[in-house]
C-alpha cells in the first residue's frame, strides 16, 4: 500500500492495520524529493492529520529541518545585544569640558588636536581628491569600502591602484563581500596582477556562516600613514557629478590630515588582520605625524564582534549634551526605542532637532517605510522632518550645537549601531560646525518639511506597508 502526502510517499510491507499488532516490525519505505528511505518501528507509522494519513518519518524530518532553520536564522540574522538599555540624562552641554573628556575616556581614542579636515561635496570634489592623494602614493595605500562596484568610476580607483602597485607601493584593498558584488571579477584580477592585495570581508564559508550578517560598512582610506579620508560615499557611478539628477546621489566625504590620522589607520589595520591574519605596522604605515591644523578630531570604531555598543554610546551622549540644535543629515534613519527615546527627550528640553532624510529618490523603499514609521514621536514632539529632493541623499552627519561634528559610515538605525563594523570621525571645533551647518542649509532649501498632519494622513496602503517593513527594523 502507498500513500503521499506532499513530497513524501510511504511504502508499507505490512498493508493490514492487524499487523501493527502483531510482533513483526512494522517497515515502510519513505519516498522523500526522490530519495527511498528505509524506516521501521515508531517512525513507519501514519497519523491522522486532517484526514490526511501522514508518516510520523515526515513529520519528524519536516520538524527537523524547521528548527534548523530557525537556528541558522537566529544565529545569521540575529541583532547584537542591547548593551545601553538606560537612558542617559541630560548632565552637562556640548560646550562644557566634560563632554570632551566623556567622549575621549568612554569611546575609546582621545580627541588629538592639530588636525585639517577638508570638507567635499558630491562626487565631483570627492573622487579627484581621493584619486590625487592615490597616485601620490609612495610607501602605502590602505582602502576599505563597504560598495564598490563596476563602472567608470570603479575603473578609475582600480586603474590607479594598479599603476601604483606596479611601482612598488604596498596597496591594500579590503572590500565587504555583500557590497562589493557589483564588482566584476576581471577588475578584481587586474589588480592582482599588478600587486594589489584584495580581500573580501566575511565572504561564505560553512565554518563561519553565523558571520555572514556582519558586515563591515567602514569607508576609509590612508595614503602614507599621513592623508586619510572618510566618509559617506560609495565606489560606484551613482556618486559620480553634483547631485544635479536622480543618477546622481547627493554625499559628502572628509580629506584628514594630522595626528587623528594614525587612528583611522588603526581603524582599517583592526578589520584587515581580522581578514587575513596580518598585522600591519611600522614607519610605513604609522608614521609621525605634526600638527596640520586646528581641529580635535578622533576617529572610532565599532565592531559587532567587541565595541559594539561604542557608536550608539557616541550618539546617544551626543543627543543628550545637546542644549540649543541637532541637526542630522542621514541616509537611512530607522531608530530604536533607545535612540527615539534621546531625540524626543531633546526636543523636549528645547533643543530645535531637525532631520533630512531621503524623499522619493530612494534606493530602498523597504527603508524608507520603516524609518517612515517612526516618525510619529519626533513629530508630535515638535521636531522636524525633511524629505531631500533632487536625488538620493546618501550623508551621514550630525552637527550638536554648531560645536560637535560626528560624520563617517554610521546611519542611525540598528544595523549601524549594532550590527555593522562602523568608523565614524568626531570633530570638537565651532568654526568647522559652522561649515557643516552652513551646508545643512543648503541642502534644507532643497527639502521638503513633513508636517505631522501630512504623516498621519497617510494613505492606509502606505501606513500599512510602513508597519509590516517596520517589523524587520534590525536587518534594513
Known amino acids: 500500500m502507498m500513500e503521499r502526502a506532499g513530497a513524501f ?9 492487524e499487523a501493527t499488532m502483531t510482533t513483526r516490525r512494522q517497515t515502510s519505505q519513505l519516498s522523500f524529493f526522490g530519495r527511498k528511505l528505509a524506516v521501521t518501528g515508531f517512525l ?11 508518516p510520523v518519518a515526515a513529520i519528524a524530518i519536516v520538524v527537523g529541518l524547521t528548527l534548523v532553520a530557525f537556528t541558522v536564522w537566529g544565529i545569521i540574522f540575529s541583532r547584537a545585544p542591547a548593551n545601553i538599555t538606560r537612558h542617559i540624562e541630560h548632565r552637562y552641554e556640548v560646550a562644557d569640558p566634560q563632554f570632551v573628556r566623556s567622549m575621549s575616556v ?25 584619486l590625487e592623494a592615490i597616485r601620490a602614493a609612495k610607501k602605502t595605500i590602505t582602502f576599505e569600502s563597504y560598495i564598490y562596484w563596476k563602472g567608470a568610476v570603479g575603473k578609475q580607483f582600480a586603474d590607479a591602484l594598479a599603476e601604483r602597485a606596479k611601482t612598488g607601493v604596498k596597496v591594500h584593498v579590503l572590500l565587504d563581500w555583500a557590497g562589493s558584488q557589483k ?43 599621513k592623508v586619510g579620508f572618510t566618509g559617506g560615499v560609495g565606489i560606484a557611478d551613482p556618486w559620480n557629478g553634483n547631485a544635479e539628477d536622480p543618477a546622481h546621489w547627493r554625499d559628502t566625504h572628509y580629506r584628514i590630515e594630522g595626528p587623528v590620522v594614525a587612528q583611522v589607520q588603526g581603524a582599517f589595520a583592526d578589520n584587515w588582520t581580522q ?21 580635535s578630531a578622533q576617529m572610532f570604531k565599532s565592531s559587532n564582534e567587541g565595541g559594539a555598543e561604542s557608536m550608539q554610546l557616541m550618539y546617544m551622549l551626543s543627543l543628550a549634551a545637546a542644549r540649543s540644535t541637532i541637526d542630522l543629515s542621514m541616509a537611512y534613519f530607522i531608530p530604536d526605542s533607545m535612540g527615539m527615546d534621546h531625540i524626543v527627550a531633546a526636543i523636549k528640553r528645547g533643543v530645535r532637532v531637525r532631520i533630512i532624510l531621503p524623499g ?10 520603516a524609518s517612515r514609521s517612526k516618525w510619529g514621536r519626533i513629530l508630535e514632539a515638535g521636531g522636524e522632518i525633511y524629505e531631500y529632493q533632487p536625488t538620493m541623499f546618501h550623508c551621514k552627519v550630525l552637527v550638536v550645537d554648531n560645536h560637535w561634528v560626528s560624520l563617517g559610515s554610521t546611519n542611525f538605525d540598528t ?9 565614524n570621525l568626531n570633530v570638537y571645533n565651532a568654526e568647522f560646525a559652522a561649515r557643516q551647518a552652513t551646508q545643512f542649509e543648503d541642502d534644507l532649501k532643497k527639502s521638503k518639511r513633513i508636517t505631522l498632519e501630512e504623516w498621519r494622513g497617510r494613505p492606509i496602503y502606505i501606513k500599512a506597508w510602513d508597519n509590516v517593513v517596520g517589523f524587520f527594523e534590525p536587518q534594513l
Do not use: C
Open 183 to 225: 564588482l566584476d571579477q576581471d577588475t578584481i584580477n587586474e589588480m592582482g596582477r599588478a600587486g594589489v592585495e584584495i580581500l573580501k570581508f566575511h565572504h561564505p564559508q560553512w565554518s563561519r556562516f553565523k558571520h555572514l550578517n556582519h558586515r563591515t560598512h567602514r569607508k576609509l582610506l590612508v595614503v602614507d600613514g
Open 360 to 369: 522619493e529618490h530612494n534606493d530602498s523603499t523597504l527603508v524608507r517605510g
Open 275 to 295: 581578514a587575513s591574519g596580518e598585522v600591519l605596522y611600522g614607519d610605513d604605515y604609522f608614521p609621525a605625524l605634526a600638527p596640520a591644523g586646528a581641529l
Open 415 to 423: 544595523r549601524s549601531l549594532r550590527l555593522n563594523d562602523e568608523a
Open 106 to 130: 568612554l569611546l575609546g581614542p582621545a580627541l588629538e588636536p592639530g588636525n585639517r579636515v577638508d570638507t567635499l561635496v558630491n562626487g565631483n570634489q570627492i573622487f579627484p581628491a581621493m
Open 44 to 54: 513507519a507509522r501514519r497519523l491522522d492529520v486532517f484526514g490526511i494519513q501522514v
Open 9 to 17: 510517499s510511504v511504502h508499507s510491507s505490512d498493508p493490514s492495520p
